[in-house]
């Protein structure tokens, strides 16, 4: 089992930019396709992006590409480069890890079997 860790939320203003991290303990990433959701307050939780296990393959919500940005580089963080923020970005942001050997980057929380307990991510305008 894998226990996950978000980290690097916080304050920013509109156009600006953050990383999160997400770190891993227990087990190695590299057993896992991850994804990183968010959830505003009111809302249901929401698919912000995915990278497959060997990194090859990335999936972004329509609402994030182009600003966010998803990687691995070894095997126990994954990270999500934010810019451009704006206002409506503002929520939790949750990493989740995928065992299955079948997916590639799902975009469907019910596929994510492990979450970390999230970092509050405010955006002002």
């Known amino acids: 089992q894998v226990q996950l860790v978000e980290s690097g939320g916080g304050l920013a203003q509109a156009g600006g930019s953050l990383r999160l991290s997400c770190a891993a303990s227990?087990?190695?990433?590299?057993?896992?396709?991850m994804g990183w959701f968010r959830q505003a307050p009111g809302k249901d939780r929401e698919f912000v992006a995915a990278?497959?296990?060997?990194?090859?393959?990335t999936v972004y919500a329509d609402s994030v590409k182009g600003r966010f940005t998803i990687s691995r580089d070894n095997a126990y963080t994954v990270y999500l480069q934010m810019n451009s923020l704006k206002p409506e970005d503002t929520a939790v942001y949750y990493c989740?890890?995928?065992?299955?050997?079948?997916?590639?980057?799902?975009?469907?929380?019910?596929?994510?079997?492990?979450w970390g307990q999230g970092t509050q991510v405010t955006v002002s305008s």
């Open positions: 989740a890890a995928d065992p299955s050997p079948y997916s590639s980057g799902s975009t469907l929380l019910k596929d994510y079997d492990y």
């Open positions: 227990g087990r190695a990433l590299i057993r896992y396709d």
């Open positions: 990278i497959s296990r060997g990194g090859i393959n």
